[in-house]
């Protein structure tokens, strides 16, 4: 059952409290700015003249302000499968899907300077029982004027529309964010320098964002057979590095925004190992065609090509507008290429949402897609389809090889159909429910039983509800 241990998260969620109320009792003013990190706000257009002058030792002590801030969502969701989609939802409900609680410290040090540090509390990545209290946020930013804002440090970056607003569900209306974009890269969050060039532009503004980073983090895949005696069947982990760089061009005026954003992102493994560009065809009897595919050079056979990283190039574009009073749409198209690899993502994905006020209530309606691209398919099916009969020696470890490789492979051919509704409760505040419908050929996303094919058509329905708060 995924529902989670409720007396550790008790604990944790205490200890989370019990530092805001200090934080909150400290801050000199009551704001909520958990939004999108404080320093980001957009520009409210450029100033004329040079900088203001550095500040002396006094300017200094008369200009420090500390602000408290907190937010969270407490959501409970429930699937018709027995395996688990998302990681977490299945038959049985989950609070750990969309569960999470932050806090937020900002120090503003005269007009210029500022720093930001962010805790949440959100399921562990590499444990499926865990919970987990990490910061998410921790930099240090420096606004020589309205046109410039430099930081550096661990933050968020906007590889995606609305990637700044992800962890704070009183921000958008959706139960969650289409996870057919949203939910098929490990992290958003780099530690490395960020630059922002803001611009007034008519009645709109216009912001460049340039970023290098690197994450060090933890990616998972669920193996439905594992490999015996070497390893279980399961949720898998592996500890990775991604390094990052990337542009990205927002426009918002009072009606609208638009967002382009390149990326340039690799991926390693943090021990070091090689990571293999495309199996190999090792045949056992020559002149039969019986054989497999070799996908790590501990298997008997020809060497197999390999790369000590992933590289891959992101596009991401997106747009949000109001076709009429009390109308809203977003929609984002995205591409992610393998550049010197065959078997990883390798997809292009795509969503809109429809959005309707009606009071206090904001029904929606989104529809979202996901799909890899034939050769990342077509690798995957052979290593899933190739079988070695049993009268060859070692033929279960060979097999079992190929199996375990295609799981580690995240490939997609799937769309899904959320309708619901958000419910503001206040203007902090939100209360959230949702069906989603889900049809794949493949995913990536399903927590599939053992001899279960990975290529075949499945469909998953889920209720969600919860509710999103920030103070």
């Known amino acids: 059952m995924n529902t989670p241990q409720m007396p550790q998260l008790s604990r944790l969620a205490l200890t989370l409290g019990a530092a805001l109320a200090v934080c909150a009792a400290q801050a000199s003013e009551q704001e909520v700015r958990v939004a999108a990190p404080p320093a980001a706000e957009p520009a409210s257009g450029p100033t004329s003249g040079p900088p203001s002058a550095s500040p002396t030792p006094g300017d200094w002590a008369q200009g420090l302000s500390l602000q408290g801030s907190g937010f969270g969502t407490l959501g409970w969701a429930r699937s018709n499968r027995d395996w688990a989609y998302q990681r977490f939802i299945d038959r049985d409900g989950t609070f750990k899907s969309d569960t999470l609680l932050g806090g937020q410290l900002d120090l503003k040090m005269g007009d210029q300077w500022s720093a930001t ?112 005696g070497a390893v279980n069947p399961g949720p898998y982990y592996v500890d990775i590095n991604t390094d990052a760089v990337g542009a990205v061009a927002t426009w918002t005026d009072d009606s609208s925004k638009f967002r382009l954003g390149v990326h340039r992102v690799n991926v390693s493994r943090r021990n070091g190992a090689g990571l293999p560009v495309r199996p190999t065809w090792v045949e056992l009897v020559p002149g039969s065609g019986i054989g497999y595919w070799k996908t790590d050079t501990s298997l008997p056979g020809p060497g197999v090509e390999m790369v000590d990283a992933i590289q891959n190039a992101v596009y991401i574009v997106g747009t949000e507008f109001k076709p009429g009073p009390a109308w809203k749409v ?30 206090a ?73 949702e069906w989603l419908h889900t049809r794949a050929k493949a995913s990536g996303m399903f927590d599939l039983p053992p001899a279960a094919k990975l290529f075949q058509p499945r469909s998953v329905d889920v209720l969600s509800v919860n509710y999103s708060f920030v103070f």
């Open 117 to 228: 540090v962010q805790l949440t509390l959100s399921p562990h990545a590499s444990d499926e029982h865990r919970w987990q209290l990490q910061p998410s946020w921790a930099f240090v930013a420096w606004r020589p004027n309205n046109d410039w804002l430099l930081r550096a440090g661990k933050l968020r970056v906007p590889i995606f529309f609305r990637s700044e607003q992800m962890d704070v569900g009183a921000t958008y209306d959706e139960v969650r964010l289409p996870p057919e974009i949203y939910g098929i890269v490990p992290t958003q969050d780099l530690t490395g320098a960020h630059i922002t060039r803001s611009w007034a532009v008519g009645q709109g503004d216009l912001n460049f964002d340039l970023y290098l980073g690197r994450a060090h983090q933890t990616q998972r895949s669920w193996l439905r057979e594992g490999l015996p």
């Open 361 to 433: 209530f904001t029904p929606y309606l989104t529809l979202s897609r996901v799909q890899s691209t034939h050769k990342s398919r077509d690798w995957v099916k052979k290593l899933e389809e190739t079988t070695v009969p049993s009268w060859v020696d070692g033929t279960g470890m060979l097999n079992a090889s190929m199996r375990l490789a295609a799981d580690g492979v995240p490939v997609y051919d799937q769309y899904s159909i959320a309708l619901g509704s958000s419910y503001s409760l206040s203007p902090t505040s939100k209360l959230k429910a």
């Open 330 to 359: 977003i929609a984002e198209l995205g591409r992610i290429q393998q550049r010197n690899t065959e078997r990883s993502i390798d997809s292009l994905q795509a969503y809109v949402s429809l959005f309707r006020e009606i009071d």
